[in-house]
């Protein structure tokens, strides 16, 4: 068993994002691999703990919020086919808990899937690397590497609130 330290998602096996050039929130900030969504008003913002939306993807840091409108950044479409690797937000994850939706925790500028959450279902459970690659990962690991994929009803939700 190890605590492993979590990183933002990446994009898991062959998996495939269209990019796009979209116009950052005049106070946007997120570091790579951080999931996006897009504002009520029309910006890319990074997604809060349990979001409702999440459209996009971070190709790249946005250390510093713009300040304008008028700023674009290069980001990835998420789709429902693309599959993410991420770790578990604070504990283990069980068997069970492949094919179900968790909540997104976004803590630090750090996307994890959090078990405990099935209230703000935003992230589907497809299978954990110690069912894929057991000599690197382990079921006893806690923050478990996932695979989890965006469901389409939350890729399509209404636009959020600023955060």
Same mark, same amino acid.
């Given at each position: 068993?190890?605590?492993?330290?979590?990183?933002?998602?990446?994009?898991?096996? &062959?998996?495939?994002? #269209? =990019?796009?050039?979209?116009?950052?929130?005049? *106070?946007?900030?997120?570091?790579?691999?951080?999931?996006?969504?897009?504002?009520?008003?029309?910006?890319?913002?990074?997604?809060?703990?349990?979001? %409702?939306?999440? =459209?996009?993807?971070?190709?790249?840091?946005?250390? =510093?919020? /713009?300040? &304008?409108? @008028?700023?674009?950044? #290069?980001?990835?479409?998420?789709? +429902?086919? %693309?599959?993410?690797?991420? &770790?578990?937000? *604070?504990?283990?994850? +069980?068997? =069970?808990?492949?094919? *179900?939706?968790?909540?997104? *925790?976004?803590?630090?500028?750090? !996307? @994890?899937?959090?078990?405990?959450?099935?209230?703000?279902?935003?992230?589907?459970? #497809?299978?954990?690397?110690?069912?894929? #690659?057991?000599?690197? &990962?382990?079921?006893?690991?806690?923050? +478990?590497? !996932?695979?989890?994929?965006? /469901?389409?009803?939350?890729?399509? +939700?209404?636009?959020?609130?600023?955060?």
């Amino acid at each position: 068993m190890a605590t492993l330290t979590p990183v933002n998602p990446r994009v898991y096996a &062959n998996g495939h994002m #269209e =990019t796009i050039k979209l116009l950052a929130d005049t *106070d946007a900030t997120w570091k790579q691999g951080q999931f996006l969504q897009i504002s009520a008003e029309g910006y890319l913002q990074a997604c809060a703990s349990d979001a %409702v939306q999440i =459209t996009h993807f971070a190709l790249s840091d946005l250390d =510093t919020a /713009p300040g &304008n409108t @008028t700023t674009e950044v #290069e980001v990835g479409v998420i789709n +429902a086919n %693309v599959r993410f690797v991420m &770790n578990e937000l *604070d504990g283990t994850v +069980a068997q =069970t808990d492949i094919g *179900d939706t968790f909540g997104l *925790d976004t803590t630090s500028n750090v !996307c @994890t899937i959090d078990i405990g959450d099935a209230t703000n279902a935003a992230l589907y459970l #497809e299978n954990v690397l110690w069912n894929l #690659e057991p000599t690197k &990962n382990s079921s006893a690991d806690v923050k +478990a590497r !996932c695979i989890v994929r965006v /469901p389409q009803a939350i890729i399509d +939700a209404t636009p959020a609130t600023a955060i």
